[in-house]
């Protein structure tokens, strides 16, 4: 079974930066899609980023601009990137892989990391 651990959250200042860091217990195929998503209170789950395999990116439209997605395959290792944070990026954020359209696999959940903005 594989285990998705994120690290990285906490609590910043509105304007600045952390890096989230998401890590595969053991080998995830490098077909996979892996993302971040989140999740404030009383507001549903919603897609930060994804990254595809050959490295096609997709961001939700409040965070484009600031945050970047990017792998390391050999790490199986997955990162977001927050810069410029505002106040309402404060959320759980989840790391997630999945497979590509059309391939048959399990789709994976971290624990979640509290990311906090607020001065």
């Known amino acids: 079974q594989v285990q998705l651990v994120e690290s990285g959250g906490g609590l910043v200042q509105p304007g600045g930066s952390l890096r989230l860091s998401c890590a595969a217990s053991?080998?995830?195929?490098?077909?996979?899609?892996m993302g971040w998503y989140r999740q404030a209170p009383g507001k549903q789950r919603e897609l930060v980023a994804s990254i595809t395999s050959i490295g096609n990116t997709n961001y939700g439209d409040s965070v484009k601009g600031r945050f970047t997605i990017s792998r390391d395959n050999a790490k199986n290792t997955v990162y977001l990137q927050m810069n410029s944070l505002k106040p309402e990026d404060t959320a759980v954020y989840y790391c997630?892989?999945?497979?590509?359209?059309?391939?048959?696999?399990?789709?994976?959940w971290g624990q979640g990391t509290q990311v906090t903005v607020s001065s």
């Open positions: 053991k080998s995830i195929s490098s077909r996979y899609v």
């Open positions: 997630n892989a999945r497979p590509p359209p059309l391939v048959v696999g399990n789709n994976y």
